[in-house]
Structures are given as structure tokens and as C-alpha cells.
């Protein structure tokens, strides 16, 4: 995965992480959805949108594999709308979200700036 593309989705993962950890508190997390007419779902849901096209885009198949996290967080989300089975959706995201985080961390980074990697050892100093 390319390092800038990694990047990305480490940080929009992270941010999902933690509105997913921050939504699924029991009061809390229902108390500011109904107050802001349920503006976090649509936001998640857009977000998710962005992370599955930012994996389709990723010219490596280490995101095809985490295609279906993006996909399940925007079903869920929408589900979510329901008031108590969307606490539970929201941990069930969070739980994802983790995951999905630490497999962004252990893949590869592969930087495109080199052509061939043989390259740095044939330079004459």
C-alpha cells in the first residue's frame, strides 16, 4: 500500500474509531445524535463512502480485504437510526474500526518514487 494512501486511511480510521467509541456511550452518545437530528450517522456514512473508494483506488489488494469494514459501517449506520440497537451498532463498529486500524498499521508501505530498488546501489559516490 502506498505510504500516502496508508496515511489517509490510518487517519480516517483513527477518526472513526473514536466517533464510533464516542457514540456508542450509552447516554451520551444517543443525548448528542438526537440533539444534532442525527447529523453523526450522515456524516459516518458519508465518511465510510470515502474510505471504500479510497481502498478501491489503492492500486495494491491489501484493501480489497477490508472492503467489507466500510461496507458494514454504512448498513450499520444506517441501522443506526434505531435508537437502542444503534448503541449496539456503534460498538460493533468500534470494534471493527480497531481492527480495521491495526491492519492499516501492518501493512507494507511501498514508497513510488524509485522506479527499481536495485537502483540505490548502483549510484557511484
Same mark, same amino acid.
Given at each position: 500500500?502506498?505510504?500516502?494512501?496508508?496515511?489517509?486511511?490510518?487517519?480516517?480510521?483513527?477518526?472513526?474509531?473514536?466517533?464510533?467509541? &464516542?457514540?456508542?456511550?450509552?447516554?451520551l452518545?444517543?443525548?448528542?445524535i &438526537?440533539?444534532?437530528?442525527?447529523?453523526?450517522? %450522515?456524516?459516518? !456514512?458519508?465518511?465510510?463512502?470515502?474510505?471504500? %473508494? !479510497?481502498?478501491?483506488?489503492?492500486?495494491?489488494?491489501?484493501?480489497?480485504?477490508?472492503?467489507?469494514?466500510?461496507?458494514?459501517?454504512? !448498513?450499520?449506520?444506517?441501522?443506526?437510526?434505531?435508537p &437502542?440497537?444503534?448503541?449496539?451498532?456503534?460498538?460493533?463498529?468500534?470494534?471493527?474500526?480497531?481492527?480495521?486500524?491495526?491492519?492499516?498499521?501492518?501493512?507494507?508501505?511501498?514508497?513510488?518514487h524509485?522506479?527499481?530498488p536495485?537502483?540505490?546501489?548502483?549510484?557511484?559516490?
Amino acid at each position: 500500500m502506498k505510504s500516502s494512501i496508508r496515511l489517509i486511511l490510518l487517519v480516517l480510521g483513527m477518526i472513526m474509531l473514536l466517533k464510533e467509541a &464516542f457514540l456508542g456511550i450509552p447516554a451520551l452518545g444517543g443525548i448528542y445524535i &438526537f440533539s444534532v437530528g442525527w447529523a453523526p450517522l %450522515f456524516t459516518n !456514512i458519508m465518511l465510510y463512502i470515502v474510505i471504500a %473508494f !479510497i481502498l478501491v483506488a489503492g492500486r495494491y489488494n491489501h484493501g480489497n480485504e477490508l472492503m467489507y469494514i466500510p461496507v458494514l459501517g454504512a !448498513i450499520l449506520n444506517i441501522i443506526a437510526f434505531i435508537p &437502542f440497537i444503534g448503541m449496539v451498532c456503534h460498538w460493533i463498529m468500534a470494534l471493527f474500526m480497531l481492527y480495521f486500524v491495526i491492519r492499516v498499521l501492518s501493512y507494507p508501505a511501498y514508497s513510488s518514487h524509485r522506479a527499481d530498488p536495485r537502483s540505490i546501489y548502483n549510484r557511484r559516490y
